[in-house]
């Protein structure tokens, strides 16, 4: 099917026709000579991406959309395609803001997570770390806060906290908001306690987190002295 059609069946005002369009265009990403035209497309980006601003957006549709863009990111990683991932990344960051009734929502935890699983994707890129509102960046750390290694610990698939300690790895790499973090004594007593965590997914990330953190000398000193930094890190030696 041809983008012009595509984007005519998109503007439908008929919520199951824009459901099975996205549909068709999940199918289309597996291809991608077809990804990179939609990609190049601002006009067709954008009519998708307003699509989160629709109250009665159908969640199986947005569903649909967030598999799109998390498939296509996926499939033009190479560097051979580094001009569309740069196109795909600027829409999605013209439109960042209309992810915060997301990704702080309750009522959908797939959308909800396929958010996280989305920005994990993005968040090696540095103009996206740039363009995060502070309010979403509150959301994201929020994630790891509210970890309870009694009840979270990967035994059920949560992808919000599945991917919200490599996000905020990724995050690290900004200096400000490495200066940002080491402030907030919740957070990062969170993510020390977490070291010793059961999941090897989460680990991974929480230490990729202090890892950044600690390229900073003035913080690494801050982590050992306030926040105990050398027996979280022998919590974690004795776990493994």
Same mark, same amino acid.
């Given at each position: ?85 740069? $196109?795909? #990344?600027?829409?999605?960051? !013209?439109? /960042?803001?209309?992810?915060?009734? &997301?990704? %702080?929502?309750?009522?959908? @935890? +797939? ?61 690290? $790499?900004? #200096?400000?908001?490495?200066? !940002?973090? /080491?402030?907030?004594?919740?957070? &990062?007593? %969170?993510?020390?306690?977490? @070291? +010793? ?44």
């Amino acid at each position: 099917m041809e983008i012009n059609e595509l984007e005519t069946l998109l503007r439908n005002n008929d919520k199951n026709v824009i459901q099975q369009t996205l549909s068709i265009m999940c199918q289309t990403c597996l291809s991608v000579e077809k990804s990179l035209e939609i990609v190049m497309n601002d006009s067709f980006m954008d009519i998708m991406l307003n699509q989160l601003q629709n109250d009665e957006f159908l969640a199986e549709a947005s569903n649909l959309l967030f598999t799109f863009f998390i498939n296509t990111h996926a499939n033009i990683t190479d560097e051979v395609y580094s001009e569309y991932r740069i $196109s795909l #990344e600027r829409k999605i960051i !013209e439109h /960042i803001d209309d992810f915060n009734p &997301i990704l %702080s929502s309750e009522s959908d @935890c +797939d959308l909800e997570g396929m958010s996280f699983m989305l920005f994990s994707n993005l968040s090696s890129s540095p103009t996206f770390i740039e363009s995060v509102s502070p309010s979403l960046l509150q959301t994201i750390y929020q994630t790891l806060t509210e970890y309870n290694p009694q009840v979270i610990d990967f035994k059920t698939r949560d992808d919000r906290t599945r991917y919200a300690p490599s996000i905020v790895c990724n995050f690290c $790499s900004n #200096e400000n908001v490495r200066n !940002e973090m /080491i402030e907030n004594d919740k957070l &990062i007593q %969170s993510i020390m306690l977490q @070291c +010793d965590s059961r999941s090897e997914e989460r680990q991974q990330g929480v230490l990729g987190i202090i890892r950044n953190l600690c390229f900073d000398t003035r913080i690494s000193l801050r982590l050992l002295r306030d926040f105990s930094l050398s027996t979280s890190l022998l919590r974690f030696f004795g776990r493994n």
